[in-house]
């Protein structure tokens, strides 16, 4: 980056250009953007909002109500709150939907009582919160599996004013297997229940308007399938994580971390400033893949400080810069306040990740 000089780190840059050709390439797998959901709980950025609804995408997939809150502030058609409402969220949503008429909002449910508090929370509304059955496929996280519980719960899911059954939400997560035709063969698997299922509710004269499947993994199998939304999230951005697993899908690093040289323990050391704080840390080493020092090996890693062992340490001095691929993006991003924009190599603004915080206005 030519202005490298000029930004603190540790930080996190991201790439216009590479996002937009990462989104480009979500709508070419799933025939058009009508078909896309994209998940943006990997970004959090309103500027990449608007780089998937200048791609025709207009649906979204969030986590948090203030993830919702900035889709809706970006001109998203649909958000679906993909995480089962409960304490204030209910009525968090209905204060959102009422400042945002022009936007659907939805959300997934498991159980009665949050399917009443919704109900409650909704009464009298402009518009009926869509609820999406959250159908367990085999991950075991959330969800309730398919069988006469779950049909009379959609049957309950109707039965309520102020919200209206959407259909299903399906997230299969727990399926990654790096070879892909392994990976295919689970999830039709996986997905076989939940197709016997819809037809069961639609028999009992309770309609699926919508199936919503998967996440980064299985999208390019679930994009076969004309009859369900697609809801990817990390390809937008990219990672050696998923970049390493699975090879089938080629997408762009669309974000990296830029960290420096902060000290020079030993001749075969070099102590970076790219600490827990700055670095996904969930995973085992290595947590960042630092370009040009592909070979190194972090020997220690404390709040403000990755300290890595290798033979080129004589090339390093303190205060030089150092690129490197997070390994799981989607923490990483959450680790920062704001995002430097990088066009044409040089860093031309700073993003605030809005979404990081768990309450915007609502």
Request: net charge neutral.
């Amino acid at each position: 980056m030519s202005n490298a000089a000029e930004v603190p780190t540790p930080c996190l840059l991201v790439y216009g250009d590479r996002m937009r050709w990462n989104i480009e390439r979500m709508v070419r797998l799933a025939g058009g953007p009508d078909r896309l959901r994209p998940h943006i709980k990997t970004h959090k950025l309103p500027e990449v909002l608007k780089f998937h609804l200048d791609a025709g995408v207009t649906k979204f997939k969030c986590a948090t109500v203030a993830e919702a809150e900035i889709a809706a502030q970006a001109g998203a058609s649909e958000v679906l709150l993909a995480y089962q409402p409960t304490g204030p969220n209910p009525l968090r949503l209905r204060m959102l939907s009422d400042l945002h008429p022009r936007t659907q909002f939805g959300a997934v449910v498991d159980d009665a009582g949050p399917v009443r508090a919704l109900s409650n929370a909704f009464a009298g509304a402009l518009r009926p919160l869509e609820l999406f059955l959250d159908t367990d496929c085999g991950m075991h996280r959330t969800g309730i599996e398919p069988g006469a519980g779950a049909l009379e719960l959609y049957r309950f899911m109707r039965s309520l004013k102020g919200v209206c059954a959407a259909g299903l939400h399906v997230y299969d997560g727990h399926i990654q297997d790096a070879d892909v035709a392994v990976r295919r063969a689970r999830c039709v698997e996986a997905f076989e229940p939940i197709r016997e299922f819809r037809e069961e509710l639609e028999k009992a004269g309770l309609p699926v308007r919508t199936v919503i499947a998967g996440g980064t993994p299985t999208f390019p199998i679930h994009a076969l399938d004309a009859s369900v939304e697609c809801s990817p999230g990390t390809c937008v951005l990219w990672d050696f994580g998923y970049g390493d697993k699975f090879q089938d899908m080629p997408f762009l690093y669309g974000a990296l971390v830029m960290t420096r040289v902060v000290s020079k323990p030993a001749s075969n050391r070099l102590c970076l400033d790219l600490g827990h704080k700055a670095i996904a840390s969930e995973n085992p080493h290595p947590r960042v893949r630092l370009m040009g020092l592909e070979e190194a090996v972090p020997v220690m890693h404390s709040e403000e400080h990755l300290v890595i062992e290798t033979p080129l340490a004589s090339n390093y001095r303190i205060g030089d810069v150092v690129y490197g691929v997070p390994r799981h993006i989607c923490p990483t991003v959450a680790l920062y306040s704001e995002a430097y924009a990088v066009e044409n190599g040089v860093a031309t603004g700073r993003w605030l990740v809005t979404a990081r915080a768990r309450v915007i206005s609502v």
